[in-house]
């Protein structure tokens, strides 16, 4: 079992950068995939990409790509979501989550079984 906290949002212009952290607690981090969702006010929660276990398998949403990369430090049981050149479609609450599967398959919210609590990242115009 893992826990995860997500930190980092916060308010930015249109244009801008930010990176968002999630820490894992337990020495099993390194088991996992991780993944980032967000979910904006209305709409269902969508994927926004996911890491490998060692960090050199990644994946994104066609929307991100390009503009967000995902990275991990598994000696300090840490995911990072670098976001640039956001955009106001961006806003959205961002969630981080670890899945025991292969991360070239995962890209369902179903397929994760641990989350964090989220971080709000708003982008204003």
């Known amino acids: 079992q893992v826990q995860l906290v997500a930190s980092g949002g916060g308010l930015v212009q249109a244009g801008r950068s930010l990176r968002l952290s999630c820490a894992a607690s337990?020495?099993?981090?390194?088991?996992?995939?991780m993944g980032w969702f967000r979910q904006a006010p209305g709409k269902e929660r969508e994927f926004v990409g996911v890491?490998?276990?060692?960090?050199?398998?990644?994946s994104y949403a066609d929307s991100v790509k390009g503009r967000f990369t995902i990275s991990r430090d598994n000696a300090n049981y840490t995911v990072y979501l670098q976001m640039n050149n956001l955009k106001p479609e961006d806003t959205a609450v961002y969630y981080c989550?670890?899945?025991?599967?292969?991360?070239?398959?995962?890209?369902?919210?179903?397929?994760?079984?641990?989350w964090g609590q989220g971080t709000q990242v708003t982008v204003s115009s």
């Open positions: 989550a670890a899945s025991g599967g292969s991360y070239y398959a995962l890209t369902s919210s179903d397929q994760f079984a641990y």
């Open positions: 337990g020495r099993t981090f390194s088991r996992y995939a």
């Open positions: 890491i490998s276990r060692s960090g050199s398998g990644k």
